[in-house]
């Protein structure tokens, strides 16, 4: 495509952004396990994840494609623990089952949906575009996740509210 890499560039940038993946599970293996801190370090792993997601649309070349994906990899594990940790902490032990449940169903919609109309906005976008956009809607939805929710304590346990 738009970096003229072959398959096996195509390889590369997914064996980069597995290494990213890895060492964003190191890090949050390493990382507390407080409120406060999961809520950080997912709204940090959904920047990161944005910013680099818009800086692998720049890229011009290979090389600095490799390092935008090795980022992006880091950032989505970055987000995917913290948020399976906050969900188990902030909800119920009887409604967790149905929460985890509603959260599976709605995020393979939303991959239906990605893929059904990936095709059309690939054609008239194009890749660099779609890049971009999904890029700063990430970058976007951190900054709103930063503004709804803050943490509080309730007897000394911290919990997270959405902001009034």
Same mark, same amino acid.
């Given at each position: 495509?738009? *970096? ?6 195509? %390889? ?17 293996? !390493?990382?507390? %396990? ?5 809520? !950080?370090?997912?709204?940090? @792993?959904? &920047? ?6 818009? *800086?692998?649309?720049?890229?011009? /070349? ?10 992006? @990899?880091?950032?989505? /594990? ?13 909800? %119920?032990?009887?409604? *967790? ?8 169903? *709605?995020? /393979? ?13 690939? %054609? ?10 999904? @890029?700063?809607?990430?970058? &976007? ?11 509080? !304590? ?11």
């Amino acid at each position: 495509g738009p *970096l003229h890499a072959d398959g096996s560039g195509y %390889s590369v940038l997914m064996a980069l952004y597995g290494l990213g993946m890895v060492a964003g599970s190191w890090t949050n293996a !390493r990382a507390g %396990s407080d409120i406060g801190g999961l809520r !950080r370090r997912w709204l940090f @792993g959904i &920047a990161v994840s944005g910013v680099a997601t818009a *800086l692998a649309a720049l890229a011009p /070349n290979l090389p600095l494609a490799l390092v935008a994906f090795m980022f992006i @990899g880091l950032g989505e /594990n970055l987000l995917v623990g913290p948020e399976m940790r906050l969900m188990q902490e902030m909800v %119920s032990e009887r409604m *967790l089952g149905r929460v985890f449940g509603l959260k599976d169903v *709605l995020e /393979n919609t939303a991959f239906v949906a990605a893929f059904l109309g990936a095709g059309a906005l690939l %054609s008239v976008a194009g890749v660099r575009a779609v890049f971009v956009g999904a @890029g700063v809607v990430t970058v &976007a939805l951190a900054c709103v996740g930063a503004l709804a929710f803050r943490t509080r !304590r309730v007897v000394g346990r911290p919990v997270l509210e959405a902001g009034e």
